[in-house]
């Protein structure tokens, strides 16, 4: 199974500071067939399902902010929030679907300093 | 407008069965691979089964391989997953997720708000 390590495990930042979450994959997840990195970025807020942010490591879900980024490849990730809101307080996970299981980071828990 | 509306969770004792379902409606359902995804209380999420879009391939977790079986019916719009030798770990917030293509090497790009499991005695 492809492990999912993100960093930190949680983080505090300012509002209107950037905040830059890591995600590890422990083999690559990029098809060199189609030259996509299959990493998903997920944002969760307390009772809530997740929602989609991110897919193919860098494509911004339709209506997401352009505040939030994605970057990286093969094996390194990075979410990058340019300019944290009030809102943006959530636990944010990545995902590889490069192959099953499926797996998840363990989650990032984002705060305001 | 896309919804997927879980249901079926419930109490159940250590070795007993489930069945979830999941309604989807707002878009064609067809079209689309499907999956189940869990939370236990307090914790991360866990992928735990994925259907492609004819229902012909389907995949499992490890930790429920065996035990729980993916399957869905296309002409009514719904999404299943059968539990059976259910234990206290399987715990958790099930989520129906869609994906964003039809098939299992996908992202998961909308998901309901879940069903409860509690596996107590």
């Known amino acids: 199974d492809i492990v999912m390590t993100q960093s930190p495990d949680s983080l505090a930042v300012s509002l209107g500071e950037r905040a830059t979450i890591n995600c590890k994959s422990s083999?690559?997840?990029?098809?060199?067939?189609?030259?996509?990195?299959?990493v998903a970025w997920y944002q969760q807020k307390p009772g809530q399902p997740p929602k989609l942010l991110i897919y193919?490591?860098?494509t911004r879900e339709f209506g997401v902010p352009d505040r939030f980024s994605g970057t990286g490849s093969a094996t390194d990730f990075t979410l990058t929030l340019s300019s944290l809101q009030a809102e943006d307080v959530a636990v944010y996970y990545c995902q590889q679907y490069y192959s099953t299981p499926q797996t998840f980071g363990q989650g990032t828990k984002l705060e305001i300093k | 407008e896309v919804q997927l509306l879980e249901s079926g969770g419930g109490l159940v004792q250590p070795g007993g069965s489930l069945r979830l379902s999941c309604a989807a409606s707002?878009?064609?359902?067809?079209?689309?691979?499907m999956r189940w995804v869990r939370q236990a209380p307090g914790k991360g999420l866990e992928w735990v089964s994925g259907i492609a879009y004819t229902g012909g391939n389907t995949h499992y977790a490890d930790s429920v391989k065996g035990r729980f079986t993916i399957s869905r019916d296309n002409s009514k719009n719904t999404l299943y997953l059968q539990m059976n030798s259910l234990r206290a770990e399987d715990t958790a917030l099930y989520y129906c997720?869609?994906?964003?293509?039809?098939?299992?090497?996908?992202?998961?790009?909308?998901w309901g708000q879940g069903t409860l499991v509690t596996v107590s005695s």
């Open positions: 997720a869609k994906a964003g293509c039809s098939m299992t090497s996908c992202y998961s790009n909308f």
């Open positions: 193919w490591a860098s």
């Open positions: 083999q690559s997840v990029l098809d060199s067939s189609n030259n996509k990195n299959y």
């Open positions: 707002g878009f064609t359902f067809s079209d689309y691979a």
